[in-house]
């Protein structure tokens, strides 16, 4: 069990530096034994607002859009959409950093025995060294349930610690001021009018406690610590109220925090676990990837990455707490990648997909409560720019919930609602919670999939197409030369929208739900076009065999079908499965999978064809390519839906439980000899515990409720018919 990362020396860069999070607050701790750095941020502090971007030309051009693109007038088709449908303006502001904590210690001497350590079980970060003879510790970790980063320094010399502490970050910094006698207020607003504030108070034992302008400065304390909240106008009507609350309480409770943080976070990291039985290795985790690198096998950095994956979620996805963006919860620019806001024509929806399985359903409402604020901004696009029905949202999105087609090149695609929906029906199977899928699911699967009832149109052959979507985003090549990333239809619209219905039917069923819509999301369903086998035996990525420009393209868009959705399965539909092979095999053979999260999402392709070996290969190659020191997954940059993709992959390659039954070790790897999962979800309601080793295969199923279910374990298969609550334990022959 690899619960912790630990390096020898400080952060040099923010990609070593520890993260922290606490669902709304995150920090990158830098670890420096004289000037400590810690990075902050807030989540809901974002530049812009709520605008109306959408295009007023929109709909007046829908159709003709739709023409150029059947007549194959691509270039004109992709001018007219520059100017009639792109927002205004077209792009969303940023999320921003915070501010930088800074601690620079006095009076230390020559360090050794540095270490700096993150426990992930625990959400704990450690600094220790000794200086001068004498140890110095400090513990670092953000409690959820008090909103606050708390910092504790100690040390065993008789002098006790000297330093001083201001918030500063250039180059915007807003300016701190002195709050109280121990105390540090810092004040900023956006330019879109965002008021946010950081709040500080230090605590000492001992020693002397001063103030210069924008500085505390302790002077001979055994101990101290530093309490740390933050807020915005997003959130409160006072944000200096809501951050000094936070503190001044956690303040008062002093030794009870930690414990508090403690059990707050192991109550949802131990609910799983996951053994592959790996040799133990005491080395820093830098120079472990450094060892994969080399060619060396550590299968303890598998797990790690694993358990990482499951870690951030807990950081960065609470209740209350903002979507996780694409960096989390952590960003030092000011102007970051992609802004590092939403991107939901995979990334944000990637973010989720170890939710459930994982054991971690709970995590997914952030996510949900931002799908709820799309849905009056995706209404008016829906209206204004389709002139249907229902809620839409285009490849961005805001905190605002901001559902106009933004950014220039690959915007115009009309799916982001549909897909961020289908995490409302795993998290519905998983949890069978019924009262959730009532009052809030099915609302928004119904109203996701009205907008397409409303949206979709005929083409020749008689299937429902959109008539102007994109393959994510891939660029296809007619034999006149042109080129674009626009189209009429494509095998991921297909995808999609046989998730969408499909979910949004077995929803209805569940509550009995019956009218004309439902009918027509029916008829909708049956007449889309099935997939397509090309020359090369390869997936078809579009209606016909098109060269596309990037061979090797990050996006598997036409893949949708095998994952995250339930097309295809070499259980199922064998020859599909072999097209998707074929497919991986060709984007990999053009250099395919080179960023962190495509590669992520090849490892669950893998999982789901039953490749274990390649899967494994495969998360080598997410961690010795694709992964910076402190884990974090790289695009390059960090991008953190390549770590969440990492780890639904490997539970995908233990347990599938997406074809109405369960799938037992589909895509054990060779090399994984012994090991066990346990307290995984699968779909049902039913929590998996699984061991093997090279003789035998044990799995212990508890359902929530009564359930029937079939059960394979490669050509055994079993009907079983479960008691809610009651264990079942079952053994089968490797
Ligand atoms: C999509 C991807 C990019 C990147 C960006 C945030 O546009 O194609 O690789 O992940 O989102």
Redesign the pocket.
């Known amino acids: 069990m690899e619960n912790k990362l630990f390096y020898l020396a400080p952060a040099k860069q923010w990609t070593q530096a520890l993260p922290l999070g606490g669902g709304k607050i995150g920090a990158m701790v830098f670890g420096g034994a004289k000037e400590e750095k810690l990075s902050l941020n807030e989540d809901t502090l974002y530049e812009g607002g709520p605008a109306n971007r959408n295009n007023p030309s929109a709909l007046e051009n829908l159709q003709k859009i739709r023409k150029l693109l059947k007549d194959g007038e691509l270039d004109e088709a992709y001018a007219l959409t520059q100017v009639s449908m792109t927002a205004v303006p077209r792009y969303c502001g940023p999320y921003l950093p915070l501010t930088d904590l800074f601690l620079r210690s006095r009076k230390l001497l020559d360090i050794s025995d540095y270490k700096r350590e993150l426990n992930i079980r625990e959400s704990t970060a450690k600094v220790s060294f000794v200086s001068g003879g004498f140890n110095y510790e400090r513990r670092y970790y953000i409690s959820n349930p008090k909103n606050v980063l708390v910092t504790e320094l100690y040390t065993d010399s008789p002098d006790g610690l000297f330093f001083d502490v201001n918030l500063m970050r250039r180059p915007y910094d807003p300016g701190t001021r002195l709050c109280g006698h121990d105390g540090l207020l810092m004040h900023g607003k956006t330019n879109g009018g965002m008021d946010y504030v950081c709040a500080l108070r230090i605590k000492t034992e001992g020693g002397t406690l001063t103030s210069f302008s924008d500085v505390l400065r302790v002077e001979g304390a055994k101990k101290a610590t530093l309490i740390l909240s933050a807020a915005t106008s997003f959130r409160h009507d006072d944000p200096e109220k809501a951050a000094m609350d936070c503190v001044n309480h956690a303040y008062e409770l002093s030794d009870a925090l930690y414990p508090e943080h403690v059990s707050d976070v192991t109550a949802l990291y131990d609910r799983m676990s996951l053994d592959l039985h790996s040799d133990p290795v005491d080395l820093p985790t830098d120079v472990r990837l450094e060892n994969l690198k080399k060619g060396q096998d550590d299968e303890g950095m598998l797990e790690l990455i694993f358990n990482f994956g499951r870690y951030l979620l807990i950081a960065s996805s609470r209740e209350g707490s903002m979507a996780t963006n694409?960096q989390g919860i952590w960003n030092a620019e000011f102007a970051p990648s992609?802004e590092s806001i939403y991107?939901i024509?995979i990334?944000t929806e990637m973010n989720y997909w170890p939710a459930c399985p994982a054991n971690l359903p709970e995590l997914s409402f952030p996510l949900f409560d931002f799908i709820e604020k799309m849905v009056e901004p995706g209404r008016f696009t829906a209206k204004n720019t389709y002139g249907c029905l229902g809620f839409m949202a285009h490849h961005n999105a805001t905190i605002w919930g901001n559902t106009a087609p933004t950014g220039a090149g690959?915007f115009l695609w009309p799916f982001g609602a549909a897909w961020l929906c289908l995490q409302i029906w795993e998290y519905y199977e998983h949890t069978l919670d019924l009262d959730f899928l009532k009052t809030r699911g099915y609302p928004l699967l119904r109203e996701a999939s009205e907008f397409f009832v409303g949206h979709l149109i005929k083409d020749e052959r008689g299937y429902y197409i959109t008539g102007l979507t994109q393959s994510?985003?891939n660029t296809y090549i007619l034999e006149n030369g042109q080129r674009s990333t626009l189209c009429p239809t494509c095998t991921m619209d297909n995808g999609i929208l046989r998730a969408l219905f499909t979910y949004t039917l077995s929803a209805a069923k569940v509550l009995n739900d019956e009218n004309e819509l439902i009918y027509a999301i029916k008829e909708r369903l049956d007449n889309l076009a099935p997939y397509e086998i090309g020359s090369k035996g390869q997936l078809l990525e579009w209606e016909k065999e098109y060269e596309e420009l990037e061979p090797g393209h990050?996006?598997v868009s036409h893949l949708f079908g095998l994952h995250p959705g339930r097309d295809i399965s070499p259980r199922t539909t064998p020859d599909l499965a072999k097209a998707c092979e074929k497919t991986l095999s060709l984007r990999l053979k053009n250099g395919g999978g080179h960023?962190g999260?495509s590669r992520a999402w090849l490892i669950n392709f893998y999982a789901r064809l039953m490749r274990g070996d390649d899967a494994r290969e495969n998360l080598y190659l997410l961690l010795t390519n694709s992964t910076y020191e402190n884990l974090f997954d790289k695009?390059p940059p960090f991008?953190i839906d390549g770590n969440f993709g990492a780890t639904a992959a490997v539970l995908e390659m233990l347990c599938q439980s997406h074809m109405g039954f369960i799938d037992l070790l589909p895509a054990l790897p060779s090399k994984w000899k012994k090991g066990s999962v346990r307290g995984m979800l699968l779909r049902g309601g039913v929590t998996a515990d699984i061991s093997w080793d090279e003789e035998q295969v044990s799995l212990t199923l508890i359902p929530k409720v009564d359930i029937s279910t079939d059960l394979r374990y490669k050509d055994d298969i079993r009907k079983l018919t479960l008691k809610g609550g009651e264990k079942l334990t079952l053994t089968f022959q490797k």
């Open positions: 694409l992609w991107t024509n990334n690959v994510p985003e990050r996006h960023t999260w695009h991008q």
